[in-house]
RNA sequence: UGGGCUGUCGUUCAACUGGCAGGACGGCGGAUUCUGACUCCGCUAAUCUAGGUUCAACUCCUAGCGGCCCAGCCA
C-alpha cells in the first residue's frame, strides 16, 4: 500500500460537485458523503477503472465521506475468485483503502430476494413463462411499443408460487423469469417489463450452489447502493437509460434513494478498453495474461513502470464530465515522465554498446566515482560507480564524420565528457577487414577527475558510460504499443473485422528482440530512469533478469528529436 | 424513426447567477544545462450552424445539424 494519496483535484468535476453541494444545504442526506466502486469481478481493472475509482474515492475523500468497495457479482458464469483478489490488490496499489468496507452484491441475495417476493405481493412483478426470444419480440422497437406478455396479469399468489419453485429449481434455465411490471409502452425500452430474475444452475464464486436463479443488474445495484446508505452514485454514461429504473424500484420498493449521476468513461488513443475483449486477448493468447505490459490493466502498466502516483495525476488532469471523450496517450506518458522524473534514481546504461578505449589511462587501474542518484536531489544520496580503461558507450554517441557543427558528441579529434569522470579526446578508430568500426580509441585528461575543468574549457557533450569489466548484462525487453490504430475496438467495429487484427505485429516482434544493455553496478531492485536515454523501467516482478521496459514514456520522442538536429 | 444524454483550441478540462474565452497536454521557436533530459520563456489554436433578445451571449430564446447510449434471461 502506498502512501495516502493526496487529494488530487479531479477536472471537471464541478457538475458532480454541484449536486453534492445542493444535497448538503437542503440536508438530503444529513451532509454524508458516501460513494462507492462497484467492479464486476469478471477480469483485471484497467486504466479506465482507475478513473472512477479516482473519482468515487476522490469526491469522498474531499467531502470527508467514505467509498466502499463492492463486488457486482450477480451473474456466476463470468466471475472468479481470483478476479476479487487481483482487483482488491490494483485498487490498493493505486493508493486507495476501503477500510474494511468490502462488500459484495451476493452478501445481499437473501434480502433482494426477499423483496423480490414483496414487489410480486404488491403486484409489480410476475413470473413470465415466455422464452428470451418471444421477450425480445414482444418488446417492440425503438419506434413501437411493445406488448404484454400473456402471464403479465396472473395473480400475484401465482407469480409468488412460481417465483418460489424457480428458487428451489423446479425448472430449467431460461423457462422463466421475474419481471418487473412497468409499462410495456415506455418510450425508454428499458422500462418495458425488465427481467429482475433469472434462472441459472450454476455455482457462484461466494455462495456456491445455495442459488439456481440470480438477481440481475437493475434490480441488484439499485438495492445494494440503497442498502449500504450510499449518497451518490457515479456510474458511466451508458447507465443513464438505466436510472430510470434505479428510481423506479427504490421507490416501488420504498427504500433509501440514493442518487445516481452519470459521467463519461474513458477513452484513450491506441488503447482497448472493452473488458470483453480484453478477456478475448486473454484467452486467445495473443498476450501473455493479464498482467502483459502491453496490456492497459493496472496490473500491466505496473510491469511497465508506470507508478500510482503518475496514474493518479492522470486521472485528475483528465478530468471528469458528461461529453464522450478520447484522451491522448501522450498525456499518460507526461504523467509518468513527471513522476518519474522527479523520484526516479539515476543510472547509466549502454543498449547499442561501441568499446571505447583510454589509451593513456593505466590498464591495471580501477577508479570508483560516487555519482549522485538524482542531480536535484542530493538526499537520495550517491552510488558507486567503477571506472576502468575499457568502457562501453553508445554506438550514436560517436560519429566518425560529424554530420555538422551542431553534432556535439565524440567523433575524431573531438574532446566530450565522461559523465561525472573525466574530459576524452578521440584519437582514433579501430577497424575490422570489413571496415565496421569495432572500437574507439581516445584520451583522457587527468586534469578534468570528477568531469570537471577550472580552467574554462568548454566541452558541450556529456555521455554516457559503462566499464566494460564491470557491466552487469541484462535481458532488455522493449514493449511498444500494442495496438496500430487510435481507436481498435471502433475500427475493428466498423469493418466488421476481428479486432485482434489491429494488434501491432511489431509491438510482438519488438518484445521479443533481446538485447543487451550494460549496466553499471547499480541499484536495479527499484525503477530507474536510465539517464540521457530516456525513462526507462526495471520491471519490479523480475527477480532474476532485469527487464527494461520503455517505448511509451519517452524513448523515442527523445531520439526523434536528437535525429532532427543533427 | 421513440426516448435519454452531449457539442469550447489538435486533445482534455475551465469561464460564478450574461461582462476581455483561460489552464494543461501536444505542436512550433528560443534560453539554460555535467542527461540534446529536466527547467524556463515565447508562439500556435476553439465557443456545431442560423436566426433572435441585449449596451454586451459559450452562457438566455427559437429552429436546425452532428455525436454517444438504449430493443441481454450482461454489467
Redo the contacts with the bound molecule.
Keep these: 500500500m502506498n502512501e495516502t494519496p493526496k487529494p488530487e483535484t ?6 458532480i460537485r454541484a449536486i453534492i453541494n445542493e444535497d448538503n444545504k437542503t440536508g438530503k442526506h444529513q451532509g454524508r458523503v458516501h460513494t462507492r466502486f ?3 469481478p ?1 477480469g483485471y481493472l484497467h486504466i479506465g477503472h482507475a478513473k472512477s475509482i479516482c473519482l468515487n474515492f476522490g469526491v469522498a475523500a474531499e467531502y470527508n465521506g467514505l467509498c466502499n468497495l463492492r463486488f ?4 456466476p ?3 472468479e475468485a481470483e478476479y476479487v483478489e487481483n482487483i482488491k490488490a490494483d485498487v490498493h496499489w493505486l493508493g486507495f483503502d476501503w477500510d474494511g468496507r468490502e462488500y459484495y ?1 451476493s452478501d445481499y441475495f437473501d434480502r433482494l430476494y426477499e423483496l423480490a417476493e414483496e414487489l410480486i405481493r404488491m403486484g409489480k412483478a410476475y413470473v ?9 419480440a414482444t ?6 411499443p ?1 406488448t404484454a406478455s400473456p402471464y403479465r396479469d396472473r395473480p400475484a399468489e401465482e407469480s409468488l408460487d412460481l417465483f418460489r419453485r424457480m428458487k428451489a429449481g423446479e425448472f430449467a ?5 421475474l419481471r418487473a411490471k412497468i409499462n410495456m409502452a ?5 422500462m ?1 417489463d ?2 429482475i ?4 444452475k450454476a455455482e457462484h464464486h461466494r455462495t456456491g450452489d445455495k442459488w439456481c436463479i ?5 434490480f ?2 439499485c438495492i445494494s447502493d440503497s442498502i449500504e446508505r450510499i449518497t451518490h452514485s457515479l456510474c ?9 429504473l434505479y428510481d423506479w424500484v427504490l421507490e416501488a420498493l420504498d427504500l433509501y434513494r440514493p442518487q445516481q449521476i ?1 459521467f ?1 468513461r474513458l ?1 484513450m ?1 491506441y488503447t482497448l478498453m472493452s473488458k ?1 475483449r480484453l478477456i478475448e486477448l486473454v484467452d486467445g493468447g495473443q498476450v501473455r495474461g493479464w498482467d502483459d505490459p502491453r496490456m492497459p490493466t493496472l496490473s500491466g502498466m505496473r510491469r511497465r513502470g508506470y507508478t500510482p502516483e503518475s496514474i493518479r495525476d492522470f486521472c485528475a ?12 496517450r ?2 499518460l ?3 509518468l ?2 513522476h518519474l ?2 523520484a ?1 534514481p ?1 543510472a547509466m546504461a549502454v543498449l547499442n554498446p561501441l568499446k571505447l578505449i583510454i589509451e593513456n589511462y593505466p590498464a591495471d587501474q580501477v577508479e570508483e566515482f560516487d555519482m549522485p542518484l ?3 536531489d542530493e538526499a537520495l544520496g550517491t552510488r558507486k560507480v567503477p571506472f576502468s580503461k575499457v568502457l562501453y558507450i553508445e554506438q550514436d ?1 560517436f560519429r566518425e564524420v560529424p554530420p555538422n557543427n ?4 565524440l567523433a575524431p579529434g573531438k574532446e566530450v ?5 573525466y574530459y576524452v579526446t578521440c584519437t582514433g578508430v579501430e577497424k575490422d577487414a570489413a571496415g565496421n568500426i569495432t572500437a574507439v580509441r581516445c584520451a583522457y585528461d587527468p586534469a ?5 575543468s577550472d580552467d574554462g574549457r ?7 558510460w559503462v566499464s566494460a569489466a564491470h557491466a552487469v548484462k541484462a535481458e532488455a525487453r522493449l514493449y511498444d504499443h500494442l495496438f496500430t490504430v487510435e481507436n481498435p475496438g ?1 475500427a475493428a467495429a466498423d469493418e466488421g473485422r476481428p479486432f485482434a487484427d489491429y494488434i501491432n505485429p511489431e509491438s510482438l516482434l519488438v518484445s521479443e528482440a533481446y538485447l543487451e544493455p550494460y549496466l553499471a553496478g547499480l541499484p536495479v531492485d527499484a525503477k530507474v ?7 526507462f523501467c526495471v520491471d519490479p516482478d523480475s527477480t532474476e533478469k532485469l527487464r527494461v521496459f520503455n517505448r511509451s514514456v ?1 524513448l523515442r ?6 535525429e ?3
Design positions: 479531479i477536472a471537471g468535476v464541478d457538475f462497484p467492479p464486476e469478471n457486482d457479482d450477480t451473474n458464469l463470468k466471475e452484491a413470465d413463462e415466455l422464452s428470451a426470444d418471444e421477450i425480445r418488446r417492440g422497437t425503438l419506434t413501437e411493445g434455465d431460461g423457462s422463466m423469469v415506455s418510450p425508454n425500452v428499458l418495458r425488465p427481467a430474475y433469472r434462472i441459472r440470480y438477481p440481475m443488474y437493475d441488484t445495484h458511466t454514461l451508458e447507465f443513464e437509460n438505466n436510472r430510470e452519470e463519461a477513452n488513443s470483453r488532469r483528465i478530468g471528469v464530465a458528461k461529453a464522450d471523450n478520447m484522451v491522448d501522450s498525456l506518458d507526461f504523467c515522465r513527471e522524473n522527479a526516479a539515476r538524482h542531480p536535484e554517441d551542431k553534432y556535439f558528441r565528457r565522461l559523465r561525472y569522470a578534468t577527475r570528477g568531469g570537471w568548454k566541452v558541450k557533450g556529456t555521455l554516457h471502433a530512469q536510465f539517464e540521457r536515454l530516456g525513462y519517452g520522442d527523445s531520439w526523434a528529436k536528437i532532427k538536429k543533427e
